[in-house]
């Protein structure tokens, strides 16, 4: 994935979700990485490993956790230690 593709906005998501039923439940993964991604001073969406907010500089303090088993994440983890799915980090 690209760095273009991982700051791709919510509104792009969704539409994207609605194409294809078979593809939005990928998408809701992301869609809820999107959320814990936002910004919480200005709401600005957020690559998932961001350190600062792009848009108003606020230090964030992002935690992954696993989609599938709530397992709390290392923030560049590629995969789940404990069941293995994948994370959606780029
Ligand atoms: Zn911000
Ligand atoms: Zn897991």
Redesign the pocket.
């Known amino acids: 994935m690209s760095a273009a593709q991982a700051s791709r906005s919510v509104e792009e998501v969704w539409a994207h979700a609605a194409m294809a039923e078979e593809d939005k439940h990928l998408e809701e993964k992301d869609w809820r990485q999107t959320i814990r991604a936002t910004c919480p001073n200005c709401q600005a969406p957020l690559a998932t490993n961001a350190k600062f907010c792009p848009e108003c500089g606020a230090k964030l303090k992002v935690e992954l956790h ?6 709390l ?1 290392a923030p560049n983890a590629k995969f ?6 994948k994370t959606g980090v780029k």
């Not at 696993?66 to 397992?71: A, L, P």
């Open positions: 696993c989609t599938e088993c709530g397992t994440l789940c230690p404990e069941c293995g799915t």
